[in-house]
């Protein structure tokens, strides 16, 4: 039973379209990210929470605003969409943490398309 | 700054040979542990392997990697690649101050073909 599952798995919008990414985790993880994975570039942060409510900007934020909502849910906001952002977005959630390694498990992406 | 450094962007390997990807590194995190994803072709990436403990080999699926802090690597390594093996291989380290792994960094990723 997969522990992170994103919606929808595909999506298709306009230049300037308004897109919701969901993301929830049933591992009871403190840490959700949102990457982005482009050719050349690899895997790259967007935005990561440590909890409901909080909200840490990663290396790539411009564009993107993120909500925790609750411990489990993590949604990624583009409101202004525009064709960079296509690109393939995966969430995770990570046992991050004192002592913990911080490894990340990975939902099944996101693939966006901006037109 | 903290950085993880992968030099090659695709590695072609023939089925039954060795094959090792490189991966070293620089940060200033005091607690780290380093782990190498694997992302098959329409999959998300998962953990192939994972370490902490300096010179200390850890196996997986054949593959192996040992941690030398000394020379700030964690390089990847199989004796006989496998047409199964073709994959993104990332190499990544976990870091933190005061015990928690709450920073990743990702290498820009090493494409592995393995022809027959």
């Known amino acids: 039973e997969a522990a992170v599952t994103q919606s929808p798995r595909n999506k298709v919008t306009v230049t300037g379209g308004n897109v919701t990414l969901s993301c929830r985790q049933t591992n009871s993880h403190n840490y959700m990210y949102w990457y982005r994975q482009d050719t050349g570039h690899g895997l790259r942060l967007i935005h990561y929470?440590?909890?409901?409510?909080?909200?840490q900007i990663g290396d790539v934020p411009d564009g993107y605003k993120a909500t925790r909502t609750t411990q489990e849910d993590f949604f990624l906001l583009l409101e202004l969409a525009s064709p960079s952002q296509t690109s393939l977005y995966f969430c995770?959630?990570?046992?991050?943490?004192?002592?913990?390694?911080?490894?990340?498990?990975f939902g099944e992406g996101s693939k966006l398309t901006v037109l | 700054g903290d950085s993880v450094t992968q030099t090659e962007g695709l590695v072609t390997v023939t089925e039954g040979l060795p094959v090792k990807l490189n991966c070293t590194y620089q940060?200033?995190?005091?607690?780290?542990?380093f782990f190498w994803y694997v992302q098959y072709l329409n999959e998300a990436p998962q953990v192939l392997l994972r370490s902490s403990t300096d010179n200390k080999r850890t196996e997986h699926q054949g593959f192996h990697a040992t941690l030398h802090k000394s020379s700030s690597s964690f390089h990847l390594q199989k004796s006989s690649a496998q047409l199964s093996d073709s994959a993104l291989y990332y190499c990544a380290l976990s870091g933190g101050y005061g015990g928690s792994g709450n920073k990743l960094i990702f290498g820009t990723g090493t494409l592995l073909s393995v022809k027959p």
């Open positions: 940060t200033t995190y005091l607690t780290i542990a």
């Open positions: 995770a959630s990570s046992d991050a943490g004192r002592g913990r390694t911080g490894q990340l498990y």
């Open positions: 929470s440590y909890g409901a409510g909080n909200l």
